[in-house]
């Protein structure tokens, strides 16, 4: 967590998620593990794994361009937070 530029405190309030973006959130925490990194820290999400993680997660070929979608908006709001400590 640390080397990303969070701490257990960032983890402790409770949000609350749409029914209409579950699977993008479902997406996006199954992809904790596949950020890409530099020198210069998280440089964002590896593309690369998202197709074979939204068919593991059940997502159905025709929702997967609106999950992305959601998964990019979560995955700039992360980035901003990463690069603001």
Do not use: C
Request: no cysteine.
């Amino acid at each position: 967590m640390e080397a990303f530029g969070f701490s257990a405190e960032d983890f402790e309030v409770e949000v609350e998620v749409w029914p209409d973006n579950w699977d993008a959130f479902e997406v996006f925490a199954a992809m904790q593990t596949q950020w890409r990194t530099g020198m210069s820290g998280a440089t964002g999400l590896d593309y690369s794994a998202l197709e074979p993680v939204m068919r593991l997660q059940g997502i159905k070929k025709r929702d997967q361009t609106e999950v992305f979608a959601g998964v990019r908006v979560m995955e700039i709001a992360a980035l901003e937070v990463m690069r603001s400590k």
